[in-house]
């Protein structure tokens, strides 16, 4: 046998034993860091099995104002491709830890930027139908430039997101054509943009922001509140499942006492449950909640 001979075959074993089928390397997987878990269920939906995504805020027992980082949420960004966070000051130590950590080819995905929310606004930007379609089509676009030979790929999965978001939005749609006006309140602005979208009047706006800021509500703002429920004015207590305290249990029970349906929402997506089948499910219960006080 030849040299040259001996080298292809070398190379055959060689290629043989890597896999090689004839066609591209495959590429390492893209490393994205979504500060909650609902941006990395989203990452893990447009990019499937050609990114790595871990999630900072992921466990939906935890109170995400209660947040601290640690060395390990450090670590995590180190490594990190892309990362997704929500911004508003909702998350305001993501951008303190990727100004300590600066990687010339990382870039950030802030979905207060896509959708034009600033400092001050509600930051529970998740539940604002605008958002994830946003950031799932600017991930999808970042995608296509790292990782072009899977562009087909990604533009695949954006569309099937796309498509499953846009039956839940015909269901926000199909609450607000039956109950738009519907008086409704809340401890927390949690679900506000997602009450607003289904043409809620929302009560007891002031009250919320105080609470979600650990400031105390006035005795005017936490009378109003009482007397809403009391009243049954309000058809609908939404409450943050993640942070109760006396002042939410004590709320909760004068709404039970008054017949005013209590409905449990969060701020991380929930164990098991997908965007699709939590955002579905809170609709669907919404809906129901409605449905029984015709």
Do not use: C
């Amino acid at each position: 046998m030849s040299a040259i001979s001996k080298v292809l075959s070398i190379l055959a074993v060689a290629l043989a034993l890597a896999g090689f089928t004839g066609t591209a390397w495959a590429a390492d997987p893209v490393h994205i860091v979504a500060a909650e878990n609902f941006y990395g269920d989203l990452a893990e939906q447009i990019g499937g099995s050609n990114v790595t995504v871990t999630s900072i805020l992921s466990n939906p027992d935890d109170d995400p104002h209660l947040f601290e980082t640690s060395a390990s949420t450090a670590r995590a960004l180190a490594g990190a491709e892309i990362v997704i966070y929500n911004g508003a000051d909702y998350d305001p130590w993501m951008d303190k830890l990727l100004s300590a950590s600066t990687a010339p080819n990382r870039i950030a995905i802030v979905a207060a930027d896509l959708i034009g929310a600033k400092s001050g606004d509600n930051p529970h930007l998740w539940y604002n139908p605008k958002t994830l379609p946003a950031v799932a089509s600017k991930l999808a676009a970042e995608l296509e430039k790292r990782d072009p030979a899977n562009a087909v790929q990604y533009r695949a999965n954006l569309a099937k997101f796309d498509a499953a978001f846009k039956e839940i939005l015909k269901k926000v749609a199909a609450v607000k054509a039956s109950f738009g006006g519907t008086p409704v309140t809340a401890t927390e602005p949690v679900f506000g943009y997602m009450a607003e979208a289904m043409g809620f009047d929302m009560l007891n706006y002031g009250f919320q922001v105080a609470t979600m800021n650990d400031t105390e509500p006035s005795p005017r703002q936490v009378a109003d509140f009482e007397e809403s429920l009391k009243s049954g004015k309000a058809k609908i207590l939404f409450y943050n499942s993640q942070v109760t305290d006396d002042t939410t249990t004590r709320l909760l029970n004068i709404a039970k006492a008054g017949n005013v349906k209590v409905i449990g929402v969060t701020e991380t997506e929930p164990k098991g449950k997908t965007i699709e089948t939590w955002f579905s499910e809170q609709v669907d219960e919404v809906q129901e909640a409605l449905a029984g006080q015709k």
